[in-house]
């Protein structure tokens, strides 16, 4: 197997995508569960928050995963 990463970034410049679990929770476990379903093997996922300006957040989440070929 080889190793990949799937980058996910929430934020400002991101298309207008807002950083609430609500939102993010479901595209996160979305990624997670495609890369399971088609063999994949999850071995991390880190995130960074950063605050641009008051009221103004950015997220960034890096999925790390084991599989046969890129999933996502």
Request: aromatic share 6%; proline share 6%.
């Amino acid at each position: 197997m080889t190793t990949y990463i799937k980058t996910v970034v929430f934020g400002p410049t991101s298309g207008g995508k807002s950083v609430t679990p609500d939102k993010v929770d479901p595209l996160i476990n979305g990624i997670l569960e495609k890369i399971q379903n088609e063999g994949g093997k999850i071995l991390d996922v880190k995130i960074a928050l950063a605050q641009l300006t008051p009221g103004n957040n950015v997220s960034t989440y890096l999925v790390t995963y084991d599989a046969s070929q890129s999933v996502v």
